[in-house]
């Protein structure tokens, strides 16, 4: 069961990945994408652990910023979450933006992660977000950055068996396996 769940910042979609997540299987592997720069972002990830822990979530936990693939590919854990994707492009992007094809780099990165989830056989639950709803980004980065968001998102979703959208806390499912082409 191959899953992507996608929604806004703060739309309630790493909730319902959770909870969707925790009935496909009792144990599993957490995987966070998120790194903590700074003091707000230490602390909204301490609580995001205390959180977890409060409502009885006691999987294990990996934070893995870039290496997905492979750890998708080497974990041996009955069912995978992994919340999100959008920061882990946002970590390959910032690593490589300074090289002459760095979109194409984090491209190949994307490509790989989606072959490895198509090739999965335990459950996986993918969190990622809408980011082209605004305005064109002001600077080049952020236009490659939604760019690459937007076909991510598309190349992840063609392989999913489930595609949930989390608005508002709602969960709407715009893919179901018995539609899987
Ligand atoms: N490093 C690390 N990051 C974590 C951990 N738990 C959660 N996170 C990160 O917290 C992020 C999600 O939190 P928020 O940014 O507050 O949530 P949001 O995506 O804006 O809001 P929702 O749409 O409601 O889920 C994800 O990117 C996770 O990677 C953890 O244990 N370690």
């Known amino acids: 069961m191959k899953v992507l769940v996608t929604g806004g910042a703060r739309s309630g979609k790493s909730g319902f990945a959770e909870a969707y997540a925790a009935k496909l299987g009792e ?14 972002m230490k602390a909204r990830i301490e609580l995001h652990q205390a959180d977890r822990r409060s409502r009885g979530f006691h999987w294990d936990t990996t934070e893995e910023p870039y290496a997905l693939a492979e750890t998708l590919r080497s974990t041996a854990a009955p069912v995978i979450l992994v919340d999100c994707l959008t920061l882990w492009l946002s970590n390959w ?12 780099l984090v491209e190949s990165r994307i490509d790989e992660l989606a072959d490895v989830f198509g090739s999965m056989s335990s459950p996986v639950v993918l969190v ?18 939604r760019d690459l968001s937007g076909r991510m998102n598309q190349k ?25 082409l």
């Open 27 to 40: 144990r599993g592997l957490y995987v966070a994408t998120a790194q903590a720069f700074d003091e707000e």
């Open 93 to 104: 992007l910032l690593r490589c933006e300074h090289e002459p094809d760095a979109e194409r």
């Open 128 to 145: 990622t977000n809408e980011v082209g709803y605004g305005l064109v980004p002001e600077y080049k980065l952020g236009r490659i950055f």
């Open 156 to 180: 992840l979703a063609r392989t999913a068996d489930q595609l949930v959208l989390v608005t508002a806390g709602i969960p709407v499912e715009l893919k179901s396996q018995a539609f899987r």
